[in-house]
C-alpha cells in the first residue's frame, strides 16, 4: 500500500509587493536530522505527514502543521490543491492557508536516531528551519513533485482577483 501524506501550503501576501514583482511568499521546512544537514535544493517540504488511510487527510494535514512548526491553525478557509505523487510513490495531498508565521518562533517535534551508527541515539527535530520564500525560489528549494501545489495556488489566488506575477505559470485569467 502507498504511503499518504497531508499537508499545508502557508502563504502570505506582502504589501507592497517586493521588487521582483510577486507579492505572495510560501512557507517551506527544511528536514532535520543527519541525512538533510547538508542539502538544499529539492530538499524543502510543506509542512506535512503521514496518516492512515482510515484517517481524514484534512484533518491530518492540520495536525503536522502544529507538530512541525508549533503553529496551530483552524480548518476554515483551507484552500484545496489536490494530490501529487513523489518520486518514492508517497501521494501528498495538501491544501493552502493564508497565514503570516515568525519563522524564529518555530517548534517542530522530535525523532532519535543513533548517528553515526553504533553510538547511542541522539535527538534530533523533525524540522530543523522553515523559511519564506518568492514563488520561483520555492519551486528550486521545494522536493520536485512538491512544486505542483505553488503552481495550483498561484493559479487560485489569480482566479480570485490577486496580481501575482510569476513566469513559470501563465496568467490566464486575463
Request: no cysteine.
Given at each position: 500500500?502507498?504511503?499518504?501524506?497531508?499537508?499545508?501550503?502557508?502563504?502570505?501576501?506582502?504589501d507592497p509587493a517586493p521588487v521582483s514583482g510577486s507579492p505572495l511568499r510560501v512557507l517551506l521546512v527544511h528536514p532535520g536530522g543527519p541525512f538533510w544537514?547538508?542539502?538544499?535544493?529539492?530538499?524543502?517540504s510543506i509542512p506535512k505527514g503521514e496518516y492512515a488511510p482510515d484517517q481524514d487527510a484534512r484533518a491530518a494535514a492540520l495536525r503536522e502543521l502544529g507538530e512541525e512548526?508549533?503553529?496551530?491553525?483552524?480548518?476554515a478557509d483551507l484552500i484545496p490543491l489536490g494530490?501529487?505523487?513523489q518520486s518514492g510513490g508517497k501521494i501528498v495531498t495538501a491544501w493552502a492557508a493564508e497565514h503570516d508565521f515568525d519563522v524564529d518562533t518555530l517548534v517542530s517535534n522530535t525523532f532519535e536516531l543513533a548517528w553515526p551508527k553504533g553510538t547511542p541515539?541522539?535527538?534530533?527535530?523533525?524540522?530543523?528551519?522553515a523559511q519564506w520564500f518568492e514563488p520561483g525560489e520555492?519551486?528550486?528549494?521545494v522536493v520536485t513533485a512538491q512544486a505542483a501545489f505553488i503552481d495550483r495556488l498561484i493559479a487560485r489566488l489569480r482566479a480570485s482577483g490577486h496580481d501575482i506575477t510569476d513566469p513559470v505559470v501563465p496568467d490566464t485569467t486575463g
Open positions: 500500500m502507498k504511503k499518504l501524506s497531508a499537508g499545508i501550503v502557508l502563504y502570505r501576501m506582502d544537514a547538508k542539502k538544499d535544493l529539492g530538499a524543502w512548526t508549533g503553529l496551530a491553525l483552524a480548518d494530490e501529487v505523487t541515539p541522539r535527538t534530533f527535530p523533525e524540522v530543523d528551519r520555492a519551486r528550486r528549494k
